[in-house]
């Protein structure tokens, strides 16, 4: 079972950037896309960045322009950076596989964008 691992959450002013790192178990990582989601308080869990794994990658409307996702295969981690951050950014953080079959969701790591 591969296991994930989010960290480089914290609280940054609006305008402000965050580099978001997952780690995954498992030799087995390579061969699949990831992705970044976010779920804010009282919302559901949504899908903001996907990257396959020779490297295209795809956002949502309300990040593109802002965020850019990355992944390192030897490394076997994932990259979320996040640049003009607006209030509505401020969520927990996850990474998984997109699409319908995912691995246990890790802890997260929150992500707080206030002044």
């Known amino acids: 079972q591969v296991q994930l691992v989010e960290s480089g959450g914290g609280l940054v002013q609006p305008g402000g950037s965050l580099r978001l790192s997952c780690a995954a178990s498992?030799?087995?990582?390579?061969?699949?896309?990831m992705g970044w989601y976010r779920q804010a308080p009282g919302k559901e869990r949504e899908l903001v960045a996907t990257?396959?794994?020779?490297?295209?990658?795809n956002y949502a409307g309300s990040v593109k322009g802002r965020f850019i996702i990355s992944r390192d295969n030897p490394k076997n981690t994932v990259y979320l950076q996040m640049n003009s951050l607006k209030p509505e950014d401020t969520a927990v953080y996850y990474c998984?596989?997109?699409?319908?079959?995912?691995?246990?969701w890790g802890k997260g790591t929150l992500v707080t964008v206030s002044s």
């Open positions: 998984n596989k997109p699409g319908a079959l995912k691995w246990a």
């Open positions: 498992g030799r087995i990582f390579n061969s699949y896309p």
């Open positions: 990257i396959t794994s020779a490297g295209t990658t």
